[in-house]
T-cell receptor, first 113, second 113 residues
Framework: KQEVTQIPAALSVPEGENLVLNCSFT??????LQWFRQDPGKGLTSLLL?????REQTSGRLNASLDKSSGRSTLYIAASQPGDSATYLC????????????FGTGTRLKVLA | DAGITQSPRHKVTETGTPVTLRCHQT?????MYWYRQDPGHGLRLIHY???????DKGEVSDGYSVSRSKTEDFLLTLESATSSQTSVYFC????????????FGQGTRLTVV
C-alpha cells in the first residue's frame, strides 16, 4: 500500500531563507507527484506537477524534484517571504489507471518577517 | 478556482439525518473525486468518478454514496450522518490522462451534532 510521508510536520523560518520541504513515498510506481499549498480554511492550490519521466519542475521561486528510485520528492522555496506561510501538501498519483492521489499529511510553514 | 463550486460551504446537521454535498464543475473534466480532510489524517479519498454513471470506492467509503448523472455534477451523500463524519470535504477534478494536474474546490465544512 502506498504511503506518503512529509517531514517536518511544521517549520518556522526567518524571511529570506531558502528552504526545502520533503515528501517520501513507499512505492516507486507512481504516475506523477503534485505539490499543493493550502491556506487556513481554504482549498488546495496546485503549485507544481512532476511527471514520472521528469526529474524536476520550476515555477518562479519554487522548484520541485522527483527521485522515484529513492522514493523522494523535495520542494525548494527560494528567498522565502511571509506570504509563503501555509501548509504544503504533496500527493502521489498511484499507478492504478484511475489517477487517484495519496496525500501526505503536510508541512505547516511559517515565515517570520 | 479552476471552475469548481462546492455547495453548501458550511453545514450543521443532526446525527441520523441524510446529507448531500454537491460538486459542480465547468471544465468538462472526466475525473471527479471526493476527499475528506481530518487533523492527523490528511486528505483521504472517499469515492471517485471516471465518467457519467461510472463511480468507484476510495479508502474511506463506508457510510457514503455518490452519484454522477451529468459530467458537471458529482454528488456525495451521507445516508445517515454520524459524528465521525464531521470533517471538511473537498471535491477535485482532473482531465483525462495520467499526467495532468488535479484541481480542488474550496471545501465544505460539515458538522454532525
Amino acid at each position: 500500500k502506498q504511503e506518503v510521508t512529509q517531514i517536518p510536520a511544521a517549520l518556522s523560518v526567518p524571511e529570506g531563507e531558502n528552504l526545502v520541504l520533503n515528501c517520501s513515498f513507499t512505492d516507486s510506481a507512481i504516475y506523477n507527484l503534485q505539490w499543493f499549498r493550502q491556506d487556513p480554511g481554504k482549498g488546495l492550490t496546485s503549485l507544481l506537477l512532476i511527471q514520472s519521466s521528469q526529474r524536476e519542475q520550476t515555477s518562479g521561486r519554487l522548484n520541485a524534484s522527483l527521485d522515484k528510485s529513492s522514493g523522494r520528492s523535495t520542494l525548494y522555496i527560494a528567498a522565502s517571504q511571509p506570504g509563503d506561510s501555509a501548509t504544503y501538501l504533496c500527493a502521489a498519483d498511484i499507478t492504478s489507471g484511475t489517477y487517484k492521489y495519496i496525500f501526505g499529511t503536510g508541512t505547516r510553514l511559517k515565515v517570520l518577517a | 478556482d479552476a471552475g469548481i463550486t462546492q455547495s453548501p460551504r458550511h453545514k450543521v446537521t443532526e446525527t441520523g439525518t441524510p446529507v448531500t454535498l454537491r460538486c459542480h464543475q465547468t471544465e468538462n473534466h472526466r475525473y471527479m473525486y471526493w476527499y475528506r480532510q481530518d487533523p492527523g489524517h490528511g486528505l483521504r479519498l472517499i469515492h471517485y468518478s471516471y465518467g457519467v454513471k461510472d463511480t468507484d470506492k476510495g479508502e474511506v467509503s463506508d457510510g457514503y454514496s455518490v452519484s454522477r448523472s451529468k459530467t458537471e455534477d458529482f454528488l456525495l451523500t451521507l445516508e445517515s450522518a454520524t459524528s465521525s463524519q464531521t470533517s471538511v470535504y473537498f471535491c477535485a477534478i482532473r482531465p483525462s490522462g495520467g499526467n495532468t494536474e488535479a484541481f480542488f474546490g474550496q471545501g465544505t465544512r460539515l458538522t454532525v451534532v
